[in-house]
Nanobody, 121 residues
Framework: QVQLVESGGGLVEAGGSLRLSCVASGSILSIRDMAWYRQAPGIARELVAR???????NYVDAVKGRFTISRDNAKNTVYLQMHSLQPEDTAVYYC???????????????WGQGTQVTVSS
């Protein structure tokens, strides 16, 4: 089995910063894309940022210039550094990864349990 465990969420004032981490563990042969999604109450889950195995990253427009996604392949870990946080960034943030647990040719999508980020005004 594969597990994704997030950490680093919390309460921060507007303009502040947080760093989220997500560690993948279990039966892992390779990990392709790793990503962060978020879901605010009453709103569909949305992609925030994604990073490929070789480090290419892309972001939703709302976070460009404020958030940075990165990964450490040796540690099966993905990070999301968030700066200049605003109340509209308040959401549960979920880690997502495409993992090959049995053979390197077949990847499955796995999700973490989520970590709450709350930005006060």
């Amino acid at each position: 089995q594969v597990q994704l465990v997030e950490s680093g969420g919390g309460l921060v004032e507007a303009g502040g910063s947080l760093r989220l981490s997500c560690v993948a563990s279990g039966s892992i042969l390779s990990i392709r894309d790793m990503a962060w999604y978020r879901q605010a109450p009453g709103i569909a889950r949305e992609l925030v940022a994604r990073v490929s195995m070789d480090g290419n990253a892309n972001y939703v427009d709302a976070v460009k210039g404020r958030f940075t996604i990165s990964r450490d392949n040796a540690k099966n870990t993905v990070y999301l550094q968030m700066h200049s946080l605003q109340p509209e960034d308040t959401a549960v943030y979920y880690c997502n990864a495409l993992v090959a647990p049995y053979t390197r040719d077949i990847h499955f999508t796995y999700w973490g349990q989520g970590t709450q980020v709350t930005v006060s005004s």
